[in-house]
């Protein structure tokens, strides 16, 4: 079985930064694109960052030059490293990853999400 978990979250002050992580876990053979996803409450789940097996990355406009999305490949973890935060990224942030994996025959290929790490940014 395939899991994703995230870690990391919790309360900051306007302009700190926090790194958020997600492990994948089980039998797996690769991992393709790796991303972040937030919820805010009362809004649409809306993508932060991502980023391919090769390292190209994506971003939110929103978090240009603020965030950034890295990947440890050898132990199949995806970081989000969030500096100069405000008060508007308070959000659950979820852990999103395509991964290939099997046990018995495969290998076949799943869209995985974690449970997901509150991050609220406030004085």
């Known amino acids: 079985q395939v899991q994703l978990v995230e870690s990391g979250g919790g309360l900051v002050q306007p302009g700190g930064s926090l790194r958020l992580s997600c492990a994948a876990s089980g039998s797996i053979f690769s991992i393709n694109a790796m991303g972040w996803y937030r919820q805010a409450p009362g809004k649409e789940r809306e993508l932060v960052a991502s980023?391919?097996?090769?390292?190209?990355?994506n971003y939110a406009h929103s978090v240009k030059g603020r965030f950034a999305i890295s990947r440890d490949n050898a132990k199949n973890t995806v970081y989000l490293q969030m500096n100069s935060l405000k008060p508007e990224d308070t959000a659950v942030y979820y852990c999103?990853?395509?991964?290939?994996?099997?046990?018995?025959?495969?290998?076949?290929?799943?869209?995985?999400w974690g449970k997901g790490t509150l991050l609220t940014v406030s004085s």
């Open positions: 999103n990853a395509e991964i290939v994996f099997g046990s018995r025959g495969g290998p076949y290929v799943g869209n995985y």
């Open positions: 980023i391919t097996s090769g390292g190209t990355t």
